[in-house]
């Protein structure tokens, strides 16, 4: 657990760095910020000891004062390493060293730094140097240890001395005590031009998978979570990058849940400060789908991406240039031109941390974004090991270094909830330590738009992204359901002919259109933790959004159908229908239960407006449950978490016949009888139950016009009131729900637990049931032990709109 102590340890750091300072005056300029034109060269991690490797040399002259730095990849708290620093300033010199090392500068100067003892400035001939008030300061946190000294003793007195006057030096390290050579970097001048320095881009996944008022609080700021089991979540991680202005890439937050959920929060604005002030970067985002290029066109993926735009407008959110989508899927037709390209490898073992290097598409720049999982990157002591070494090596090969001319990147972040930064300490000390680390730049906004430039377009469509499926396993996701190419294809058909108005005329009339859309893309929402076989859940959940479609379809043109042989859902099974002009309801016959319900305002100043009442929670979500109590030959059921929609009872398994506009569902064991008839205004459901059951219950999924919760500020939309035998649920100036019961009623929604969420989580608190329900969903709870009645009725107000 992260706690006070953890953060003592990490001040504890700086605190231990001041004791290993030299002695320095206050008129010493040794702490004036390094800054990237100091940086003179790199040095490859070559050493056996990574508390004696030096990585990067810098030097500036501040007065009268020669300043070196050295970065070593690693400072112990107590220094394990002599320094040597060979430095030629004048004719003449000596090439020899007092350890088993040649030096490869005639030096004139030589600057002893033992780990313990007495520092030392000798001359060619191993004499004292007089004048050279050396100062040194070593940084166990930062890595690092600066010498000072006056560079007028370095010269002779009869040189002028010029304003930046050109010395060169050579730096050794032995293990303390020892003249066995461990590193020694290449000679380097003090008025070289600075190398390419190591290009470093944030991006995280996962940042925000919030569907439930719980998810939604301890994904921002949650206890006894992530990976060392104590404070976590996305608000650390944000409060961390403000503090030390560092840029974050967040390649999922514009999913449509995520923003739903930080609005719940109460914490868009949050995020839109941090994006104005260029802090944060947000692609929209493009699910896992994959595409058969021969019978897919990029009008699909655009399809795609408007919707998701819509939503992001609809919250208040600019478009700008970026994608964020899985590896292969490039739309050239759509007008972002920056893709985060996510790329899954199925690799068992974790994938070392390395470099990537950003290509060009036509008019595309692409940046490759490993998703497999590495080793933790941030820590109480600053970045791991790895993640320094791997910044080496984008620095070593970057443009103009050791003559490469690739331009990579190295994408740091990850999957947010499994990672250490978003522990508060852990990513502070970790962006302090690159921020005091010039060569080390992380992208901005302006850059990474500018990454593209000089690199060579690739002008074949779609040959590349074939070749490009040849190299990556594609057909991998953890997200993707167990869908055809066939299937897909003809969904995102159906779903473009709603959202593009082949059917409506008015935006206003596709609501229904835009809770198949929310289907579909529920089948993609990137959770945490993700389970295997979350794909093959998944697919059991297709067929909602064809009964959505076909719901749509009603919705364009109501009329009467009572039948008991449709297949909406299109998986071989036959469902009951029963609408009028103004009420559509979809029952599936083996639960005997209502899985959609839909109602038009017929009476209102909009009649074209239909609302949603009933749906199944994997509308919105599945997979959230444990994994090991899914049941995949379940259908409809395999994830028991999953309320399936209204009058549902546990254990009962029915068959359904028709009587006109009726329908009577009877229990295989003639135990109970339910009877739907729809009403003038909704509908009512009779209950005759057999003597030998001392009672029974039944659940109702309210879902009350689920698209608003993509509107802002929807929460205050929502008004509810509960009383023994019934409740009312209005959606602010819209439709009034009233349900009434015989028997006994209760219920529990997704506002029950508002008055928690403005604090972190809290572990020792009971949450109300109703903390854990998905949104938008209301479960209703109905008890009895004699028939009953229960009717729902649908009110529309004055204004939809």
């Known amino acids: 657990m992260v706690s006070s102590r953890s953060f003592l340890i990490f001040c504890s750091f700086f605190i231990i760095s001041f004791y290993l300072t030299g002695c320095i005056p206050k008129s010493e300029e040794i702490d004036v910020p390094w800054e990237y034109t100091d940086l003179r060269g790199f040095d490859p991690a070559d050493s056996l000891r990574n508390t004696q490797d030096i990585i990067a040399v810098y030097s500036r002259i501040r007065g009268e004062k020669l300043q070196i730095r050295l970065d070593l990849l ?97 730096t050794f390290s032995t293990s303390a005590g020892s003249s066995t050579l461990s590193d020694q970097t290449d000679p380097i001048s003090t008025t070289s031009l600075p190398p390419s320095r190591a290009k470093a881009l944030f991006a995280f996944w996962n940042t925000y998978p919030s569907y439930t008022p719980a998810t939604a609080l301890r994904r921002w700021s949650g206890a006894h979570t992530g990976p060392m089991g104590g404070s976590h979540g996305l608000s650390n991680l944000l409060m961390a990058a403000k503090s030390a202005n560092i840029p974050l890439v967040l390649l ?60 992001s407008q609809n919250m208040e959110f600019s478009p700008n240039a970026y994608v964020s989508a899985p590896a292969g899927l490039y739309s050239y037709t759509d007008k972002a031109n920056i893709y985060f390209s996510r790329v899954f490898l199925e690799e068992k073992i974790p994938i070392r941390l390395q470099p990537t290097y950003p290509s060009r598409l036509l008019d595309k720049t692409i940046i490759p974004v490993l998703m497999n999982h590495h080793e933790q990157q941030a820590s109480l002591e600053g970045p791991t090991l790895e993640v320094k070494q791997a910044l080496l090596e984008t620095a070593l090969y970057g443009p103009n270094n050791y003559s490469s001319a690739e331009n990579p990147i190295l994408v740091l972040g990850g999957d947010l909830p499994a990672s250490t930064w978003g522990i508060s300490p852990m990513a502070l000390a970790t962006f302090y330590y690159l921020q005091k680390h010039p060569w080390v730049q992380i992208l901005t906004n302006h850059e990474i738009l500018s990454l593209g430039q000089g690199l060579e377009k690739e002008d074949t469509y779609p040959n590349d992204i074939k070749n490009e499926r040849q190299n ?17 294809h003809a969904l995102l058909t159906e779903l473009e002919k709603c959202q593009t108005g082949d059917r409506f005329e008015e935006e206003s009339q596709t609501t229904i259109c835009d809770a198949a859309w929310q289907a579909y893309l529920a089948l993609f929402s990137p959770i945490y933790p993700v389970a295997q076989n979350l794909p093959a ?34 998986d071989g099974q036959s469902e009951c229908i029963l609408s009028t002009t103004d009420v559509y309801i ?95 205004s909704g509908v009512l459901a009779e209950y005759k139950i057999s003597a030998q059951i001392p009672s029974i219950t039944t659940h109702i999924s309210i879902a009350h016009d689920p698209w608003k919760r993509f509107l802002p500020g929807w929460k205050e939309q929502y008004n509810h009131v509960t009383f ?26 997704f506002l029950d637990s508002l008055q928690f969420l403005s604090k972190m989580e809290n572990p020792n608190l009971d949450y109300p049931f109703g903390h854990f329900l998905p949104f938008p969903i209301t479960l209703i709870q109905i008890q009895a032990n004699e028939d009953f009645t229960v009717t729902i009725n649908f009110i529309a107000q004055i204004d939809d709109k």
């Open 74 to 170: 690693d400072h112990s708290i107590l220094p394990e390493y002599d320094l040597y620093i060979a430095i030629d300033s004048k004719p003449g010199g000596s090439k020899e060293l007092p350890i088993q090392a040649t030096s490869d500068l005639d030096w004139d100067t030589l600057v002893i730094v033992p780990s313990s003892g007495n520092f030392q400035v000798l001359d060619s001939k191993l004499n004292p140097q007089l004048g050279s008030a050396l100062y040194i300061q070593r940084d166990s946190f930062l890595d690092t240890i600066i010498l000072s000294l006056n560079h007028h003793a370095l010269i002779s007195p009869l040189m002028v001395l010029p304003k930046n006057p050109r010395l060169l030096f050579q």
């Open 252 to 311: 999922d937050l514009r999913f449509l849940s995520s923003l739903s959920g930080l609005d719940f929060m109460d914490k868009l604005d949050v995020i839109k400060d941090m994006e104005k002030l260029g802090l944060l970067i947000l692609p929209e985002y493009l699910p896992d789908l994959i595409i058969d290029w021969e019978t897919t066109t990029d009008s699909h993926l655009d399809s795609i991406l408007n919707y998701s735009r819509r939503i």
């Open 472 to 488: 990556i396993n594609l057909s991998y996701s953890p997200y993707q359901p167990s869908i055809s190419l066939e299937t897909n």
């Open 537 to 570: 859940l998944r697919t059991n959940y297709i067929g909602q959004i064809w009964s959505l479609i076909e719901a749509s379809k009603w919705a364009e043109s109501p009329a009467y159908q009572s039948t008991c042989e449709a297949d909406p859902d299109r």
């Open 586 to 680: 979809q029952f599936e016959i083996e639960s005997g239960s209502i899985t959609y319900t839909l109602f038009k305002n017929a009476s209102s100043s909009d009649s074209s407006y239909t609302h949603q009442v009933i749906a199944p929670s994997s509308q919105f979500i599945t997979g959230m449950s444990d994994p090991n109590s899914w049941n995949l030959s379940n259908g409809l059921s395999s994830d028991p978490a999953v309320i399936t929609g209204g009058f549902i009872e546990d254990g009962f398994k029915y068959q359904a016949e028709l009587e006109g506009q009726r329908i009577i569902f009877t229990s295989l064991d003639g135990q109970i009888q339910k009877t739907f008839q729809l009403t003038s």
């Open 724 to 749: 023994p035998n019934g409740l009312e649920w209005q959606l602010k100036d819209n439709l009034l729900l009233q349900i009434q019961t015989s028997a006994s009623l209760s219920s529990s929604d």
